[in-house]
C-alpha cells in the first residue's frame, strides 16, 4: 500500500473545512460567551490525562469536519495497519511497531509470520537483570569496584529519549548513581561528562540503532581510549565497562564488545520510539525495573485509548488534528509546548525529533509534491521561566502561536505555596491568551491614551491545557505516547510517511567528503561551491 487516501485537498471534508474557515470562525471569546458551558464541553479525558481544548478557534462544526477529514483520509484503517504489523514504513518496507514495546505477554502481534512480543519481553527480562546488578553494585568494574557512574552514550533517538526520562523522572531515580548522556560530537560533550569520574567505577551503555553513527561511534572510541587509561591499556576492561544497545549485532561485535553484553531491538522501532526499548537502559537503570515496567503500562494504555477510542473523544486523534487545523488553515508556523513541571524540561527537545522528523516532509506517500503544509516547528521551554522570555511574543506577536500547556495537581516537591503559584500561573497564560485585553479595559484603567494601545491584548490564541494528577512513570510513559499517536494522526492525514528520515541524509554524506579534506596535511584539490571552498581553506588557515 502506498497512498492513504486520495489528494488531501481533493478530500470532501478538506473543501468543506476551506469553506468553514473561509467563513470566518468567531473570536475565542465569543464562543465562550454564547456556550456558557464550552469550557466544561470541550474537554476529554482518557488513561487519566485530562484535556481542555475549549481554548481553541474551533466550532462544533469545525470538529465534526476534522473527524471527518480524519475519517476520509482512512485513519481508522492506517491505526489497524500499523497495530497489526503492516510495513507502513514503505521507503524501508519496515513495519512500524513501538506500540509492541508495551505489549502485555499475551499480546501477539506478528512481523513476517513471527510474533514478536515474546522478543520484546525477552529483552526486557534481561535488562531487568542488568539493572538490578548495576543498581544492587553486584555488577562489579574490573578492577572489583561498583559502578557509580553509567554514561548514555547515543544521539538523537538514543539520546533524546532516555535524557528526556532521566530528567522526567529524576525524582524516582537512584541517588547513588550518577548519570551523564553524551551525544554531540564536540570533543566537549564527553569531556565534560566525565570529567569528575572515575573509569574504575564508570559504565558507559552505547546506545545506537544502527551502530554506525559517526557522532555515537566517535564517542565511544574516545570513551574506550578514556576508560583504557584507568587500566593501563588492559582491553579486558572493556567488557565489564561497556554495553551496547543497537540492533546490529556485527557492528557491536566488530568495535569489541561482547553480544552477550548487547541489549537488542529490531528495525520495526525507529529511533525516535525507542525511548521504550532497549534503549531505555539507563533509564530503567535509573529509575529501577519496576518503575520502567509502570512506564510501559502507561504507554499501553494510551495505545489502547488511541485504537479503541471513538475519534471524538480520542486524546490525540483530537490534538492531532487542531495542531494540523492551525498549520494548514491559519498558517502557523510553530507550536509551543509548554511544561509547568520543572522536571519535563527536555521534554520539548524530545518532542522536536519526535514531530519534526517524523512529518517534516515534503511529498506523500506517493512521492508527489504536498500543495500544503507538513509539520511546524515544535519548541517550548518550562513554565514559568518561558513567560519572562518569549511568551510577550505569543501574547502580542504579530504570529499565531498555539501552544500546548502541560499540568499536574501534584506537585513531586511539595514546598511552601509554589506548586499553587506555578499553576495559577499555567491557568492564568492560558486565559491571558484567549481572552486577552480590548482597548476600552486598559481605558478603563485609567491608562493614558498614548499608552493604551501598547497594552491591548488581542487575545483569540488558543491552547490546548493538558492536566494529570502527577509526573510518575506511568504518566510520562501516557505523555509520550498521546504525541506519539498525534503525530500518527497527523502524519496519515496529510499523506505522509512519518517513520522515514531522509531528509537527515545528505547533511551527513557531506560531512564524510568534507572530513579529509580538512584533516589531510596537504590541500585536497577542492570541488565543492566557492563558499564552502572558501570556508575549507580559512578554517584549515585558522585552526591550530
Ligand atoms: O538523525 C538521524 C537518526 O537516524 C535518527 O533518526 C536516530 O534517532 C539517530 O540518527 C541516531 O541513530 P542511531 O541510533 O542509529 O545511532
Same mark, same amino acid.
Given at each position: 500500500?502506498t497512498?492513504n487516501?486520495?489528494p ?7 473543501k468543506?473545512l476551506?469553506?468553514h ?13 454564547t456556550?456558557p458551558q ?10 487519566g490525562?485530562?484535556?481542555?481544548y ?5 466550532t462544533?462544526?469545525?470538529?465534526k469536519?476534522?473527524f471527518r477529514l480524519?475519517?476520509?483520509?482512512n485513519?481508522?484503517?492506517r491505526i489497524e ?5 503492516e510495513k507502513i514504513?514503505i521507503t ?8 509492541a514495546?508495551?505489549?502485555?505477554e ?7 509470520g513471527?510474533?514478536?512480543v515474546?522478543?520484546v519481553?525477552?529483552?526486557l527480562a534481561?535488562m531487568?537483570?542488568?539493572?538490578e ?6 555488577w562489579?568494574?574490573y ?7 553509567i ?8 539520546d533524546l ?5 532521566y530528567e522526567?523522572?529524576?525524582h524516582?531515580s537512584?541517588r547513588?548513581?550518577t548519570? /551523564?548522556?553524551v551525544?554531540?560530537v564536540?570533543?566537549?560533550?564527553f569531556a565534560e561528562?566525565?570529567?569528575?569520574l572515575?573509569?574504575?567505577e564508570?559504565l558507559f551503555?552505547?546506545?545506537s540503532?544502527?551502530?554506525t553513527?559517526?557522532?555515537t @561511534?566517535?564517542?565511544?572510541? !574516545?570513551?574506550?581510549?578514556w576508560?583504557?587509561k584507568s587500566f ?14 543497537s !540492533?546490529?549485532g556485527a ?17 520495526w522501532?525507529g ?8 534503549i531505555?537502559?539507563?533509564t @530503567?537503570i ?23 477510542a ?5 486524546l490525540p486523534?483530537?490534538?492531532g ?5 492551525? !498549520?494548514d488553515?491559519f ?5 509551543a509546548?509548554l511544561?509547568y ?7 520539548p527537545?524530545y ?16 512521492g508527489?509534491e504536498v500543495?500544503?503544509?507538513t509539520?511546524p516547528?515544535y519548541?517550548?521551554?518550562p513554565?514559568t ?5 518569549f511568551?510577550?511574543l505569543?501574547?502580542?506577536g504579530? /504570529? ?6 502541560i499540568a499536574?495537581?501534584e506537585?513531586?516537591?511539595?514546598i511552601? /505555596?509554589?506548586?499553587d503559584?506555578?499553576?495559577a500561573?499555567?491557568?492564568a497564560?492560558?486565559?491571558a491568551?484567549a481572552f486577552?485585553k480590548t ?16 497594552k491591548?491584548?488581542?487575545?483569540n490564541r488558543p491552547?490546548n ?10 504518566t510520562?510513559g ?12 497527523q ?6 510517511g ?38 575549507i581553506?580559512r578554517?584549515?588557515?585558522?585552526k591550530?
Amino acid at each position: 500500500m502506498t497512498s492513504n487516501h486520495k489528494p488531501l485537498t481533493e478530500l470532501n471534508a478538506w473543501k468543506d473545512l476551506v469553506v468553514h474557515h473561509g467563513n470566518g470562525i468567531p473570536k475565542i471569546s465569543e464562543l465562550f460567551a454564547t456556550d456558557p458551558q464550552r469550557g466544561e464541553k470541550m474537554t476529554v479525558e482518557a488513561a487519566g490525562i485530562f484535556l481542555d481544548y475549549s481554548k481553541n478557534r474551533i466550532t462544533e462544526e469545525t470538529l465534526k469536519l476534522l473527524f471527518r477529514l480524519a475519517d476520509e483520509s482512512n485513519l481508522r484503517a492506517r491505526i489497524e495497519a500499523m497495530f497489526s504489523g503492516e510495513k507502513i514504513n514503505i521507503t524501508e518496507n519496515r513495519a512500524v511497531l513501538h506500540v509492541a514495546l508495551r505489549a502485555p505477554e499475551e499480546e501477539l502481534i506478528f512481523v513476517d509470520g513471527e510474533n514478536v512480543v515474546p522478543k520484546v519481553h525477552e529483552v526486557l527480562a534481561r535488562m531487568k537483570v542488568f539493572a538490578e546488578k548495576v543498581s544492587s553494585g553486584s555488577w562489579k568494574g574490573y578492577t572489583g569496584k561498583p559502578i557509580r557512574n553509567i554514561v548514555n552514550i547515543g544521539i538523537g533517538g538514543s539520546d533524546l529519549g532516555p535524557v528526556m526520562a532521566y530528567e522526567a523522572l529524576k525524582h524516582y531515580s537512584d541517588r547513588n548513581l550518577t548519570f /551523564r548522556f553524551v551525544s554531540n560530537v564536540d570533543g566537549t560533550d564527553f569531556a565534560e561528562a566525565v570529567i569528575d569520574l572515575d573509569g574504575e567505577e564508570t559504565l558507559f551503555i552505547v546506545s545506537s540503532k544502527t551502530f554506525t553513527t559517526i557522532e555515537t @561511534m566517535t564517542n565511544a572510541l !574516545t570513551a574506550r581510549e578514556w576508560l583504557l587509561k584507568s587500566f593501563r591499556g588492559d582491553v579486558k576492561a572493556v567488557a565489564r565497562h561497556f554495553v551496547a544497545v543497537s !540492533t546490529n549485532g556485527a557492528e557491536v561485535s566488530k568495535f569489541g564488545i561482547d553480544t552477550d553484553n548487547m541489549f537488542g531491538f529490531w528495525d520495526w522501532v525507529g529511533g525516535r520510539y525507542s525511548m521504550d526499548s532497549a534503549i531505555g537502559l539507563a533509564t @530503567m537503570i535509573a529509575i529501577g525495573p519496576d518503575n520502567f515496567m509502570d512506564m510501559l503500562k502507561g504507554f499501553h494504555s494510551m495505545d489502547v485509548h488511541f485504537r479503541t477510542a471513538p475519534f471524538a473523544s480520542n486524546l490525540p486523534v483530537i490534538m492531532g488534528l487542531l495542531g494540523l487545523w492551525y !498549520t494548514d488553515f491559519f498558517g502557523a508556523e510553530t507550536i509551543a509546548v509548554l511544561p509547568y513541571e520543572q522536571y519535563l524540561k527536555r521534554f520539548p527537545a524530545y518532542l522536536q525529533q519526535l514531530t519534526m522528523e517524523s512529518n517534516g516532509k515534503h511529498v506523500t506517500l506517493n512521492g508527489t509534491e504536498v500543495d500544503y503544509h507538513t509539520s511546524p516547528v515544535y519548541w517550548g521551554e518550562p513554565g514559568t521561566n518561558g513567560q519572562h522570555s518569549f511568551y510577550q511574543l505569543i501574547h502580542q506577536g504579530t /504570529r499565531l502561536i498555539p501552544c500546548d500547556f502541560i499540568a499536574f495537581a501534584e506537585p513531586l516537591n511539595q514546598i511552601g /505555596r509554589h506548586h499553587d503559584i506555578l499553576i495559577a500561573n499555567v491557568f492564568a497564560q492560558a486565559e491571558a491568551l484567549a481572552f486577552g485585553k480590548t482597548i476600552e479595559q486598559v481605558r478603563d484603567e485609567g491608562v493614558p491614551e498614548w499608552l493604551a494601545p501598547h497594552k491591548v491584548f488581542e487575545g483569540n490564541r488558543p491552547s490546548n491545557m493538558i492536566l494529570a494528577r502527577k509526573l510518575t512513570p506511568e504518566t510520562l510513559g501516557k505523555l509520550v505516547a498521546l504525541y506519539e499517536h498525534y503525530v500518527f494522526t497527523q502524519g496519515v492525514v496529510w499523506n505522509i510517511g512519518s517513520f522515514d528520515q531522509w531528509g537527515v541524509e545528505l547533511g551527513k554524506v557531506l560531512a564524510q567528503r568534507i572530513i579529509p579534506e580538512l584533516e589531510s596535511v596537504t590541500e585536497h584539490k577542492l570541488t565543492h561551491d566557492s563558499s564552502t571552498n572558501n570556508l575549507i581553506r580559512r578554517y584549515r588557515a585558522m585552526k591550530v
